[in-house]
């Protein structure tokens, strides 16, 4: 049995991943299993086995929950963890104690699930997660990424945004979120870095709802907290490092107003899936 198995899904940017594996690797002797989105070239491949043999490479690509779902039931069925790392491959594990303070943590507060303190350059990767948690909060989202994808699909309509936004942010100050800097119990958290007890993986069939491809799935972990009286924890004692948004810049080689629309209608498969979850009051 291992106490710790890492599950890091990889898509693509093969340099991000090895980054992440060599930093969970330095610090400790670990299980880590990597996911891959069906991207994986075999040059890359034994580059990863220098970290792990541990590696599935899907047929396909199945988004976020979903391969993330295969990992950790993999990593569950071989090594029956104390506690699942489930990280993106932009992670770098940065704390020298990581898992020491994981099982501190532990022991203190029984947690479900646990979010980390998650450092950006530029601090617009947050925990506790900024998360919708109402029905009304939901469908105000739906409605505004409706009209976003009326706006990015329309060259017109485009092109009128684009100057108002180049505008608006040239008189516009940079607002930077920051990290809670005190622990905080059973509030949302962001899904690059999440930790799962064998408290959690034991109640459900998938770690992850099953049924997103991605974006929002913060959102349906948290609905899990309150429908079934989980526990989820932050602790900004723990802290790892989040290159946010390099995979999918990657993918679209910086296109952004492919990206904005692949994005948009990823989020509203979401939304909707979750709004009507909550409109039906339903167990996921």
Do not use: W
């Not at 009326?150 to 990290?179: A, E, S, V, W």
């Not at 989820?232 to 723990?238: A, F, H, L, V």
């Amino acid at each position: 049995m291992a106490k710790f198995v890492y599950v890091v899904l990889h898509y693509k940017n093969i340099d991000d991943t090895l980054e992440c594996l060599q930093s969970i690797q330095e610090k400790y002797d670990a299980k880590i299993v990597v996911v891959d989105n069906a991207t994986l070239q075999t040059k890359e491949k034994k580059q990863l086995m220098i970290y792990t043999n541990d590696i599935i490479e899907l047929e396909e690509n199945k988004g976020f929950a979903k391969a993330n779902n295969i990992g950790c039931q993999y990593a569950i069925e071989k090594y029956k963890p104390d506690f699942l790392v489930v990280i993106n491959n932009d992670i770098i594990v940065t704390d020298s104690e990581f898992e020491e303070k994981i099982t501190k943590c532990y022991q203190k507060n029984k947690f479900d699930m646990l979010g980390p303190k998650i450092n950006t350059n530029d601090g617009d990767s947050v925990n506790p997660f900024n998360a919708y948690t109402t029905i009304e909060q939901v469908d105000m989202a739906r409605k505004k990424t409706i009209r976003n994808i009326k706006m990015l699909t329309n060259p017109i309509k485009r092109n009128l945004f684009n100057i108002y936004h180049t505008i608006k942010y040239l008189f516009k100050k940079d607002i930077h979120l920051k990290n809670g800097s005190q622990p905080m119990k059973n509030v949302p958290l962001h899904g690059c870095a999440i930790i799962f007890s064998k408290k959690y993986y034991q109640k459900y069939s998938n770690v992850f709802y099953n049924e997103t491809f991605l974006y929002h799935e913060e959102e349906f972990l948290y609905y899990r907290v309150m429908k079934d009286n989980l526990v989820s924890y932050y602790d900004p004692n723990i802290e790892c490092f989040h290159k946010e948004g390099s995979s999918l810049n990657f993918s679209y080689n910086n296109d952004r107003c492919k990206r904005e629309i692949f994005r948009n209608q990823e989020i509203l498969k979401s939304l909707n899936l979750l709004y009507d979850i909550m409109k039906d009051n339903k167990k996921i």
